[in-house]
């Protein structure tokens, strides 16, 4: 049986539901049961998980996880406009984008930086969950304090 291009563009439901039965699963199970994870919450109108957790370097960042048709999108609110060495900040972060695992940093229109990356659902499962929120948890911890110092300290 051969797929014709209209058949790969289709999403598969058995796909969806089993990721969507996953992240409720695995999210809401053991991921919030994390020392370092301080809440985990689902908006069923998105479908979107919030995985707020804490770190040494800020008060706590949250994963926002986006389930669609074909993929897991997720982002991270990061960083506002750096004040100062806007240059620096970016080098800075393209060196960590270069050390990252399935999440990559990305400036918006208005200069915030995000945290974002997705994975197809094919791939998704418990294990490249808690890599991509092990990424992410130590991308912030790793970065966090340096850019924060570069973008927001004049001297």
Same mark, same amino acid.
């Given at each position: 049986?051969?797929?014709?291009?209209?058949?790969?563009?289709?999403?598969?439901?058995?796909?969806?539901?089993?990721?969507?039965? *996953?992240?409720? &699963?695995?999210? =809401?199970?053991?991921?919030?049961?994390?020392?370092? !994870?301080?809440?985990? +919450? @689902?908006?069923?109108?998105?479908?979107?998980? #919030?995985? &707020? @957790?804490?770190?040494?370097?800020?008060?706590?960042?949250?994963? /926002?996880?986006?389930?669609?048709?074909?993929?897991?999108?997720? =982002? !991270?609110?990061?960083?506002?406009?750096?004040? /100062?060495?806007? =240059?620096? !900040? #970016?080098?800075?972060?393209?060196?960590?984008?270069?050390?990252? #695992?399935?999440?990559?940093?990305?400036?918006?229109?208005?200069?915030?930086? #995000?945290?974002?990356?997705?994975?197809?659902? +094919?791939?998704?499962?418990?294990? +490249?969950?808690?890599?991509?929120?092990?990424?992410? /948890?130590? /991308?912030?911890? &790793?970065?966090?304090?340096? *850019?924060? &110092?570069?973008? @927001?300290?004049?001297?």
């Amino acid at each position: 049986m051969s797929l014709t291009a209209s058949d790969a563009d289709t999403p598969d439901p058995r796909r969806y539901q089993a990721a969507l039965d *996953l992240l409720h &699963r695995h999210l =809401e199970g053991s991921v919030a049961h994390e020392p370092f !994870v301080q809440t985990v +919450e @689902f908006d069923e109108s998105i479908p979107r998980w #919030y995985v &707020r @957790f804490g770190c040494d370097g800020r008060d706590a960042a949250t994963i /926002y996880f986006d389930l669609r048709q074909r993929s897991l999108h997720h =982002e !991270v609110y990061f960083l506002p406009d750096p004040l /100062y060495r806007r =240059e620096a !900040v #970016y080098a800075l972060l393209l060196k960590a984008n270069h050390q990252s #695992y399935g999440t990559h940093a990305s400036i918006a229109a208005d200069g915030e930086v #995000y945290l974002t990356g997705r994975t197809l659902l +094919e791939h998704l499962d418990a294990a +490249e969950l808690d890599r991509l929120i092990g990424s992410i /948890y130590q /991308y912030t911890e &790793r970065w966090f304090p340096t *850019l924060v &110092r570069l973008a @927001f300290r004049p001297d």
